[in-house]
C-alpha cells in the first residue's frame, strides 16, 4: 500500500510538469538516422517550446516600466548557446532563459551600457553584444536572435537611446588614436577585434592576435634588434619559404574554389588549445569528454612557435590573453591530470622561453614586444592582412593570404540549403574550423607615427618627411609642437572671447591676410575691394578696387610689402603698399580664380576653369619699378572647377577641392596625383594639412569633417555637423573651423566630438586667420564683419 502511494505521487509530479515529455521529445530526436533531422526535430521541439511562452513581466524593476519589443533570442556563452525571450523596456533590457539558467532573469540597465556591437554569428547576421564596462575582452551580454530583423529593431533602440550618452566610435577613429600614440597597440587591436565581430562569448570567432616575437630560444631577449620579430607583412602560413613552395604547388592544382591553407589561423580548438588549463570544460565539450593527445597539448611556448613555423596544417595566431595581466593560462594551478608525454613527462606548467624567469615576467615582455617600435612601425602590415584590403580577392592571393572559402563572410548562404544534412555539416564546419574577420579597411592600412622614422606611400615613390623635432614618450602634444605657447593655446582654445568687430566691407568677406607685426589687417570681399584695416588706430586706412567682380581670396607676400588678392574676373592682382596702386595683373585663367597660396617665390592659383596653376613668382628689378615676372611651371588639371586648395608646411605636396566634392593630393615635385578621393557630397569648402603633413583635413557642403591619410589616401576619421564648416584652422589633434550658422566650434578629433560651440557671426564663417603663438584670431563673415578674438587663459 505504502509502494503504491509512492508511484501514485510520483505520477503526480510528472503530470505537473512538462519535463517528461521533453525528455521523451529529446528520446525520439537521438534515435532519428540523419544528423539533420535529428537538429530540425530538436529546434522544431525549442521553437514551440519559445512559442509557449513569454517574458515574465512580473520580472520588470518597476511598474512604470513601458514596454517597447519583446522577441525569442538565445544567450550566447562559449560553446552553448540558452534560448529565452528578450525583452527591452523604456530602461532595461532583460534576458529570461527557459532553463533558468544562469540565473532567472538577466537584466541591463540601459544608462549602464558602454558600447553596443552587432555581430555575425554563424556568418550570419543575427548577433548582438552589450557592454556595460570599458572592458573590452568582458561583454555583459551576448544575444543571438533568430531573425535579423529582431536584432535591427532592438539594436536601434538601444543606439537611439544612447545617442546623447556614449559616442559611437569607428575602425577609423580609432585608426586615428592609435596613430597618433593615443592607443596603445594592444588597445586597437582589441577595439579591431571588437568591429570585427570577435568575442570571447563566441570561440569560433575569439580576439585574434599576432605572434610578434620570433625568437624563443635564447638566453635573453633584444627588442632592439629586428631580428627577434616576426615578419607581419605575411601571414603565419607564408612565414617559412619551403612549407610555402609546398602550399603553392598544391594551391595551382587545386580545382576552384582554391584555398592555399586547409586550416584557420583561429577556430575554438586553437582557442581552447591555448585555455585548457583554464577552461578544462570547454575542452571536454568540445572533444567528447576527454583532453587531446598530451604530446599535442600547449605543452611549451617555443614548440608551439616551432610548430606553427614548420608544422604542415598548423598555422595559428595567439589570443590576448599572451599580452595581458593573467598568467593563468600558462599555469596549472587547478592541477587538472593533462596526461604524460610520449618521454614519460607529466604535462603541467608551460615551458616559458630561456629569456623569461616567470609567466609574469613572459607576459611582460610579450607586452613590452607588442608595445616595441619594430611592432609599431609593422602592425599596419598585419592589420592589412587580417582586417584590411588583404583580406580577400587578389590582393590576398599576392600576400598568400587565401583561406578555405566557408571561413569568410559571405562564402556560403545557409539559408538557401534545403538538405538539412548538408545544412547542419556546413554549419559546423563554420563554427568549428575558423572564421575569418569581419573586413574593416578596403585599402591599405596607415602605419603608425613614430618618431624614427620616414613613411614611403605605398601608392607612389612620395616620401612624407617626418618633424625635425621628435615626439617625447610623454608628450600629449598631438604634432611635434615644441612652443609652450603653441601647446597651452590650443589645450584652451574653448576659450576663446570675442575683443572686437568691424563692419567694413558691403558683401561678405572672403579673404584675410596680416602683416608680421600685426598691426594692419587687409580683407576681400564679394564686394570686389581690398581693405586695409589699422589694428591700432581702429580705422580703415584703404579700400582699393580691381574691377567690379567679387574677389576671392587675399595673402601677403614676404616682406609685407605687397598683398595679392584672386577674382572672379580670371585674374589675380598685385598691390603695393608702399606706392598705394595696383603693381600687377596675372591673367592666369579662363575661370574664376578661387583661391590663391604663395611659398618660395611660387604662386599656386586654384580656379574654376578646373585647373590648379603653378607659377614662378621672381621680382624683377626694372628702373622706377618693381614687378613680377611670372612663368607657367605646372597645371594641374581636373574633371570639374577647382574651389580651395592648401599647401603641406614644405610646400612639397598640394590638396585640392572640387566643386563635386573630391579631394586631390598632388606631389608637387612631380606634378602628379598621390591620391584622388571622393569624400564629400557637394562641394568641399576648405581643405588643410596637418602641421607634420601627415594628415588633410576637409570640409564639405554636406557637413562633413573628414582626415585623410597622406601615405594611404585612406579616410580615416568623418564626423557630422548639423552645418557645413566653411573653413578652419588645426593643430592635427584639435580643430577651430567656422561655420554656415555664425558659430565658431572647436572640435576634439581624437575623441570624434564637438567640444565648444562659440557664437560668432550673425551669418556663415567664411574665412580665418590665427597668428603663430595661437592666442589671437581673426574671422570673417557673410555678416560683411571681421572679428577679433581673444584667448583667456
Request: aromatic share 10%; charged share 20%.
Amino acid at each position: 500500500m505504502s509502494q503504491g502511494r509512492w508511484k501514485t505521487w510520483w505520477r503526480l509530479c510528472f503530470r505537473e510538469t512538462d519535463l517528461c515529455v521533453f525528455v521523451i521529445q529529446l528520446h525520439r530526436a537521438s534515435c532519428l538516422d540523419k544528423l539533420g533531422d535529428q537538429t530540425a526535430m530538436i529546434t522544431a521541439i525549442l521553437q514551440s517550446r519559445l512559442a509557449r511562452t513569454s517574458f515574465d513581466k512580473n520580472r520588470f524593476h518597476s511598474v512604470s516600466e513601458k514596454l517597447h519589443t519583446e522577441c525569442k533570442a538565445e544567450m550566447v556563452t562559449p560553446l552553448v548557446t540558452n534560448p529565452g525571450h528578450v525583452c527591452v523596456t523604456d530602461t532595461n533590457l532583460y534576458f529570461q532563459p527557459l532553463n533558468g539558467y544562469p540565473k532567472p532573469v538577466v537584466h541591463i540597465t540601459l544608462q549602464d551600457v558602454r558600447r553596443i556591437y552587432k555581430r555575425r554569428h554563424g556568418l550570419m547576421p543575427l548577433g548582438l553584444e552589450v557592454f556595460c564596462t570599458d572592458d573590452d575582452l568582458c561583454s555583459d551580454i551576448y544575444l543571438k536572435f533568430y531573425e535579423p530583423q529582431d536584432r535591427d529593431d532592438i539594436y536601434f533602440y538601444i543606439a537611439t537611446y544612447l545617442e546623447h550618452h556614449v559616442a559611437e566610435h569607428t575602425a577609423e577613429s580609432y585608426m586615428l588614436q592609435w596613430q597618433r600614440g593615443h592607443l596603445s597597440n594592444y588597445q586597437y587591436l582589441l577595439h579591431l577585434n571588437n568591429l570585427a565581430d570577435r568575442s570571447c562569448n563566441d570561440l569560433s570567432q575569439y580576439p585574434v592576435f599576432p605572434w610578434v616575437i620570433s625568437d624563443y630560444f635564447s638566453p635573453d631577449l633584444d627588442l632592439s634588434d629586428p631580428g627577434t620579430f616576426r615578419d607581419l607583412s605575411k601571414p603565419v602560413g607564408a612565414l617559412n619559404k619551403e612549407r610555402l613552395e609546398r602550399l603553392l604547388t598544391r594551391y595551382q592544382e587545386m580545382p576552384d574554389p582554391k584555398f592555399m591553407y586547409g586550416s584557420h589561423y583561429s577556430s575554438p580548438g586553437y582557442v581552447l588549445f591555448y585555455l585548457v588549463r583554464i577552461a578544462p570544460e570547454y575542452m571536454l565539450c568540445l572533444q567528447n569528454g576527454r583532453f587531446d593527445n598530451a604530446d599535442r597539448m600547449f605543452n611549451s611556448i617555443a614548440e608551439t612557435w616551432k610548430n606553427c613555423l614548420d608544422g604542415a596544417t598548423d598555422f595559428k595566431e595567439l589570443i590576448p590573453e599572451f599580452y595581458g595581466d593573467d598568467v593563468s593560462f600558462l599555469v596549472n594551478s587547478l592541477k587538472l591530470d593533462l596526461g604524460r608525454r610520449q618521454g614519460g613527462q607529466a604535462v603541467d606548467n608551460v615551458e616559458l622561453p630561456p629569456w623569461a624567469s616567470s609567466p609574469r615576467d613572459f607576459l611582460q615582455k610579450s607586452k613590452d614586444a607588442l608595445e616595441s617600435s619594430y611592432v609599431s612601425e609593422h602592425l599596419h602590415e598585419w592589420i592589412d592582412l587580417v582586417f584590411g584590403y588583404k583580406q580577400k580577392g587578389s590582393d590576398a592571393v599576392g600576400a598568400h593570404n587565401v583561406f578555405h572559402p566557408l571561413t569568410y563572410e559571405g562564402g556560403v548562404d545557409l539559408n538557401s540549403i534545403e538538405d538539412p544534412d548538408e545544412k547542419v555539416a556546413m554549419l559546423t564546419q563554420i563554427l568549428e574550423f575558423g572564421q575569418t574577420p569581419k573586413q574593416l579597411f578596403l585599402t591599405p592600412h596607415p602605419q603608425k607615427i613614430t618618431s624614427k622614422f620616414k613613411r614611403t606611400s605605398q601608392a607612389s615613390s612620395y616620401t612624407v618627411s617626418v618633424a625635425d623635432s621628435p615626439v617625447s614618450p610623454g608628450e600629449e602634444s598631438f604634432e611635434d609642437l615644441t612652443e609652450e605657447s603653441k601647446t597651452l593655446a590650443w589645450n584652451n582654445i574653448t576659450k576663446l572671447q570675442l575683443h572686437e568687430q568691424y563692419k567694413i566691407h558691403k558683401e561678405a568677406v572672403t579673404g584675410i591676410a596680416v602683416s608680421c607685426n600685426g598691426s594692419s589687417v587687409f580683407t576681400t570681399s564679394q564686394d570686389s575691394t581690398l581693405k586695409m584695416f589699422s589694428k591700432e588706430s581702429k580705422m580703415l586706412q584703404r579700400s582699393i578696387s580691381f574691377s567690379n567682380m567679387a574677389l576671392s581670396s587675399c595673402l601677403l607676400l614676404p616682406g609685407d610689402a605687397t598683398v595679392v588678392s584672386s577674382s572672379w574676373d580670371n585674374n589675380v592682382y598685385f598691390y603695393s603698399i608702399a606706392f598705394g596702386r595696383q603693381q600687377d595683373t596675372l591673367m592666369g585663367h579662363d575661370d574664376a580664380v578661387s583661391q590663391i597660396c604663395w611659398h618660395d617665390d611660387r604662386l599656386y592659383s586654384a580656379s574654376w576653369d578646373s585647373t590648379v596653376k603653378v607659377w614662378s613668382g621672381v621680382l624683377a628689378e626694372m628702373p622706377g619699378t618693381r614687378r613680377h615676372q611670372f612663368d607657367l611651371l605646372a597645371e594641374l588639371e581636373h574633371d570639374v572647377g577647382v574651389g580651395t586648395i592648401s599647401l603641406n608646411a614644405a610646400s612639397t605636396l598640394l590638396a585640392s577641392g572640387t566643386k563635386e566634392g573630391t579631394v586631390t593630393v598632388w606631389d608637387l615635385t612631380t606634378a602628379t596625383i598621390l591620391h584622388q578621393m571622393p569624400c564629400h557630397v557637394g562641394a568641399v569648402c576648405a581643405t588643410g594639412f596637418s602641421p607634420d603633413s601627415r594628415h588633410i583635413l576637409s570640409t564639405g557642403a554636406d557637413g562633413f569633417v573628414n582626415v585623410i591619410d597622406v601615405q594611404t589616401g585612406m579616410r580615416i576619421s568623418s564626423m557630422g555637423a548639423d552645418k557645413p564648416q566653411r573653413c578652419f584652422i588645426w593643430d592635427g589633434n584639435s580643430v577651430l573651423s567656422g561655420s554656415e550658422s555664425g558659430e565658431l566650434l572647436v572640435w576634439d578629433l581624437l575623441g570624434a566630438k564637438v567640444r565648444e560651440r562659440i557664437q560668432g557671426h550673425s551669418g556663415a564663417v567664411t574665412c580665418m586667420w590665427m597668428n603663430e603663438q595661437c592666442s589671437s584670431v581673426i574671422t570673417g563673415g557673410e555678416d560683411r564683419q571681421i572679428m577679433f578674438w581673444k584667448l583667456q587663459y
